[in-house]
């Protein structure tokens, strides 16, 4: 286990801050799993944060000049550059501190919020380099899976038959054509101290994990898997029942990995069927059952190399 | 003062870098502006410069990172060259609109294609519109002294715009020349820290970057542009206060010879020498040839502008970059319109020439000197000339 990480004891429903970083009376749809995941994050993280923010819907839903929903400074400069614009927030903190410009002892975390299109596509190289080069940042992809921000079109992270308006269903097409995009691995793969998988299901450790990204000293990320009731088709109050079936079904795993070790931190031993999830949305409503199939097939041979990942190790 | 030494320009450039103190440096490699870049690690690497630099990926995050620095209250510095530059095009927009005042030196060369490291104005000519300050040296020591200038105004309160030092790829970038660099108390007395108003600091959240509806668009680009124009005051104040301090003055307009002048050459950058030692000789010839050098491009100088150039009858703008299809080179553009509405104005012809490192010689200043004469008698073909093309 990482030093910076012994005394942190977690939190609790006795222990949750108080300060909602993220004010109320934003311009989100109702039921946004994205807005929640970024509200719960922010609330892990406190108020002694620097937030930056890709273009996209969080960014245009809080902050409408001359209103905003950040209580913590801000700034989103651009779609693709996130991870970029928090480095040089990071390495302006640490130059100020060092020429005694911040006070040294004050705490502030450097988070970047993006989705998973200036993640996983436009935004890759950006993270990848701030990855690379050790800035102390936590990086937290919310995932909708598809650019929402635009009008629903497909990213890298769009799953597997999915209907998006850039993969729409046809004589030639059964949709989305491709299988979602790892991006926790990639970050992985970057020898990082801390990667994590959450959904707003479970917020708590949700919570945690975003809190655990602040501590360690280095870059950590977090993808955060965030239901869209406009984009996915499905019911504003089927959100949350959503996140906790990506999890069931085995379709969105929940896992960490510190310093290069899985750790998978809510094992589903009897997983349901993944059409479960499935029939509850209408980007998926042209599958046949022969599709479905194929990706049950393909969650539980994910799953199985997951949890060989996290057994050798 | 400091002692007058001969140091590369690039070199040079990156210790001025180091004696206005920056805090964060955020760049990428690309010809002809390595050398700045490549001096300044060493510095940090070697204690001498206390600063953070960041070996970002790309231009397009140097730029991006340089923003999030600038923001959080740090002096920030960057530098690039052609591709790099377009490459961060989209954010230099976003740079000024956001009053970031991030300084970078711009060792002008040409864009692809083909692909070309050498030096003309195609780079920076295509930022025309994205809102920074804009300088053009002439030499070795002019760089340099831009240079602080150009952090001094930029982070002005009542600035508060990024601004770009542009120098010639390799022709001024890479020459030797004996250059002054002032001691570092002057340069501190001439150059205050970096305070600005609003900053990204928990103590004092504030939000940057919001969505601009319609209802406020035009109001905030009303207010973006009017604080531009205003910068030309502080930006002559602080060559005012930069000559009382260094003992040299700039002005946003050069001329040479002009008393009288009927022709006069127009041009930008490092190629002012041998226009004027055309000019030179075309006087003693008995032409009444003067030069005319805008050292300021960005906010446009346009009284000094008409100014310099009352009585000419014939403007002969040499532009280092092309804009095809257009009604000229885009300083010869730039300087018709401005002289439009004023009575009795010159008239002004067009050249294109030095792209892609193609030189400019004496001959060729001559040669376009004496189309000018021409044109008063007989108007030209087209709105725009390209210099020097083999047949
Ligand atoms: C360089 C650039 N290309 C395209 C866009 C248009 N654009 C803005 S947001 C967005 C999609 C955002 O998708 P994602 O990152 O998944 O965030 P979401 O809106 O789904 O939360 C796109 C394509 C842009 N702003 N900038
Ligand atoms: S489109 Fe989706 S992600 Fe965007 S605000 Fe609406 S529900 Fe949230
Ligand atoms: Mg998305």
């Given at each position: 286990m990482l030093k910076e990480l012994a005394k942190f004891k977690g939190f609790s429903a006795k222990n949750l801050p108080k300060e909602e970083p993220f004010a109320p009376g934003h311009r989100a749809c109702q039921g946004c799993g994205e807005v929640l995941a970024l509200r719960l994050a922010l609330k892990a993280l406190g108020m002694n944060v620097i937030a930056v923010s890709a273009t996209g819907c969080m960014e245009i839903i809080s902050s409408p000049f001359p209103y905003t929903s950040w209580r913590v400074p801000w700034i989103h400069i651009a779609f693709e550059n996130a991870a970029a614009v928090a480095s040089g927030v990071e390495a302006a903190l640490k130059a100020l501190k060092r020429k005694g410009r911040f006070p040294k002892n004050r705490r502030v975390d450097v988070v970047a919020f993006a989705g998973d299109g200036g993640t996983a596509d436009i935004g890759l190289q950006a993270l990848s380099g701030a990855l690379e080069r050790g800035h102390d940042f936590v990086y937290i992809c919310l995932d909708n899976e598809a650019y929402m921000n635009t009008g629903v079109q497909r990213s890298g992270c769009t799953p597997y038959g999915a209907m998006t308006t850039t993969s729409p269903p046809g004589e030639k097409s059964i949709g989305q054509m491709t299988w979602k995009k790892n991006v926790p691995a990639i970050a992985a793969a970057h020898g990082i101290p801390y990667v994590a998988t959450a959904t707003p299901a479970f917020f708590l450790d949700l919570m945690n994990k975003v809190k655990k990204a602040a501590l360690v000293n280095g870059p950590a990320y977090v993808h955060i898997y965030s239901p869209c009731p406009t984009g996915w088709g499905s019911k504003g109050e089927d959100s949350i029942r959503l996140a906790r079936l990506a999890v069931e079904t085995r379709i969105f795993p929940l896992y960490e990995v510190i310093e290069g070790k899985y750790y998978i931190t809510r094992k589903v031993t009897k997983p349901k069927p993944v059409e479960e999830y499935l029939k509850l949305q209408r980007r998926f409503r042209h599958l046949t059952e022969e599709h479905i199939r194929e990706i049950q097939q393909r969650v539980d041979a994910e799953y199985e190399r997951l949890l060989r990942l996290a057994e050798c190790l | 003062m400091g002692k007058r030494i001969a140091k590369e320009v690039s070199i040079a450039v990156a210790e001025a870098v180091k004696q206005c103190r920056v805090d964060v440096i955020a760049a990428y490699p690309i010809t002809p502006q390595t050398h700045i870049v490549e001096h300044l690690s060493e510095l940090v690497a070697n204690g001498e410069l206390d600063a953070e630099y960041i070996t970002v990926e790309s231009e397009h995050s140097a730029i991006s990172a340089c923003l999030g620095s600038v923001a959080t209250g740090a002096r920030t510095f960057t530098s690039t060259s052609a591709q790099g530059l377009a490459l961060m095009h989209e954010i230099l927009f976003i740079t000024s609109a956001l009053r970031l005042p991030v300084v970078m030196v711009v060792a002008n060369r040409a864009l692809s294609a083909p692909i070309s490291i050498w030096n003309d104005h195609a780079d920076i000519m295509a930022q025309r519109d994205v809102g920074w300050i804009q300088t053009f040296a002439e030499n070795g020591q002019e760089a340099v002294d831009l240079v602080y200038h150009a952090f001094r105004v930029a982070e002005d309160r009542r600035v508060m715009f990024p601004a770009i030092v542009n120098i010639d790829g390799f022709t001024l970038s890479h020459m030797i020349e004996p250059i002054e660099l002032p001691d570092q108390e002057q340069v501190d007395q001439y150059l205050p820290p970096f305070k600005p108003r609003y900053k990204l600091d928990p103590r004092k959240p504030i939000s940057i970057g919001p969505v601009g509806i319609p209802e406020i668009y035009t109001e905030a680009k009303k207010a973006q542009d009017e604080a531009f124009k205003n910068a030309y005051r502080v930006i002559i104040k602080a060559w005012d206060e930069f000559e009382k301090i260094f003992g040299r003055r700039y002005r946003p307009v050069e001329t040479y010879r002009?008393?009288?002048?009927e022709v006069a050459l127009l041009i930008m950058g490092s190629l002012a020498e041998t226009a004027m030692t055309a000019v030179d000789r075309m006087r003693e010839a008995g032409k009444k040839v003067g030069l005319v050098r805008i050292r300021?491009?960005?906010?446009?100088p346009l009284r000094d502008f008409v100014r310099a150039v009352k009585g000419v009858k014939m403007l002969a703008v040499v532009d280092r970059a092309l804009s095809p299809g257009a009604t000229g080179g885009p300083v010869a553009v730039e300087v018709r319109s401005a002289l439009y509405q004023v009575p009795g104005r010159p008239r002004v012809v067009s050249f294109i020439a030095g792209l892609g490192g193609r030189d400019v010689t004496v001959e060729d200043f001559e040669e376009m000197a004496d189309k000018a004469y021409f044109y008063l008698k007989k108007k030209p073909k087209e709105s725009y000339e390209m210099i020097g093309v083999k047949e």
């Open positions: - | 002009m008393e009288d002048a300021l491009w960005r906010p446009f």
